[in-house]
């Protein structure tokens, strides 16, 4: 696999490049330039600073995913891009954990975020990655576990006697020296999806993590089929099967937030459930999350609230009261008028609207360029902090509407 420049780690597998980049902290970019003059001027090869500087940087965005763990790890871009985030790598770990499985090989580790959570649990991990750079920083990432083992080997030849457990994150990007590109198409994911079904064949624990846009014709049968969000981001879908997939459990949706992790489920299969009624724009707007929508529990999430579709093929809710739900942001309606621009303009103007905040779900309108229409050159309002107004256009029916809306605190 071809790597970019950014990617090229050897200059800091070395002691010289560990101790200079251990030494150097989070830095501005704008700074970037400076540091850069500064550690050449101390007589650090050029090739060395632009590893460090690079992995400074990566470390710095990958905090997100990985906390403090993230200045004591290497990392590749792509292999960020996909990582999976450490607080749901330890949801997968304990999976397994829970299951019993004594031995998982980690087919296409990555830069080895699920491993780590394996062993943490105890868990014997044989961690394989067949990119070499890739599985260079998963080795580093793996040193402080005794569980882990990184092997650098193509996943779908790797001995599996003695492994009771299978993880797997196929690569579904392709690398180039120009950057990244999404891969679509499961049977070209890097092992495949029917690679990872011949696995469940044997009865063996499988989990695969998968795109979040995965197409439920695409969800094999026999599975169990979680979509993840993580504070509003849908991250992933997860196959399960076997000791690993819940008894009962087709398929959920389980939202992690500030206030924790929440989760809702269903035994029925795809084209099953209940159907939500429709009903009036009223009372209270609620906007299903992502993973709510992707796992295709928005009916039942209405019926949680008591409330109505507003169409039968757009995921907007409305009940006449508010209840508070982890699976859906809550508005309340303030107005109902017909989609017309001309109107929205006039709307715009008598209420002194400086700033205005654009949703939409079953129209083809554009936000941004309906925002430059409804709100051209400075913002409207009097002298200070300017008026904000939330709409929300939707269509009901062969008719589009405009909803003024305002967000109700969680």
């Not at 004591?72 to 330890?90: D, H, I, K, S, Y």
């Not at 599985?135 to 990184?150: D, E, G, S, W, Y």
């Not at 009962?248 to 269903?266: F, N, Y």
């Not at 699976?327 to 709307?347: C, E, G, H, S, T």
């Amino acid at each position: 696999m071809p790597h970019a420049p950014q990617d090229h780690i050897a200059p800091l597998l070395t002691t010289e490049g560990w101790e200079l980049l251990a030494s150097l902290g989070p830095y501005k970019e704008a700074d970037a330039m400076a540091v850069n003059q500064e550690l050449r001027k101390a007589g650090h090869p050029a090739e060395l600073v632009a590893a460090v500087l690079t992995q400074s940087r990566l470390r710095t965005r990958a905090e997100a995913k990985f906390g403090e763990f993230a200045r004591q790890m290497l990392f590749t871009q792509a292999g960020l891009e996909q990582a999976t985030r450490l607080n749901v790598a330890a949801r997968h770990a304990e999976r397994f954990a829970k299951a019993g499985i004594l031995h998982v090989a980690d087919l296409g580790c990555g830069l080895g975020a699920d491993s780590m959570a394996m062993a943490s649990m105890d868990i014997n991990v044989t961690a394989v990655e067949m990119d070499e750079t890739t599985a260079a920083c998963a080795t580093i990432n793996l040193m402080p576990f005794p569980h882990a083992k990184v092997l650098h080997s193509d996943a779908t030849s790797v001995d599996l006697d003695g492994v009771d457990g299978v993880w797997l994150d196929p690569a579904r990007r392709t690398t180039s020296t120009s950057g990244t590109k999404r891969i679509w198409d499961p049977e070209a994911f890097s092992p495949p999806l029917s690679f990872v079904e011949g696995l469940a064949a044997t009865g063996r624990a499988v989990g695969v993590k998968m795109g979040p846009g995965m197409p439920h014709e695409s969800v094999p049968a026999g599975c169990e089929a979680q979509w993840v969000s993580v504070g509003g981001d849908v991250t992933e879908v997860t196959l399960w099967f076997n000791a690993v997939a819940r008894p009962g459990v087709r398929r959920a949706a389980l939202v992690i937030g500030p206030q924790g992790a929440a989760e809702i489920t269903s035994g029925e299969d795809f084209d099953g459930g209940p159907a939500a009624a429709v009903g009036p724009v009223e009372g209270f707007l609620y906007e299903p999350d992502g993973a709510v929508i992707r796992a295709g529990l928005v009916a039942d999430v209405a019926g949680m609230l008591n409330g109505h579709l507003v169409d039968e093929h757009i995921a907007y809710i409305c009940a006449p009261e508010l209840r508070d739900t982890p699976f859906a942001r809550a508005y309340r309606v303030l107005d109902v008028m017909p989609y017309n621009v001309k109107a929205l303009k006039a709307w715009v103007k008598a209420n002194g609207i400086g700033v205005l905040d654009i949703k939409k779900r079953g129209t083809a309108v554009t936000p941004e360029e309906l925002r430059k229409q409804l709100l051209p050159g400075k913002p409207a309002g009097k002298a200070g902090k300017p008026k904000t107004a939330t709409l929300v256009l939707t269509r009901i029916g062969e008719e589009r509407v405009a909803v003024v809306v305002e967000p109700v605190s969680a």
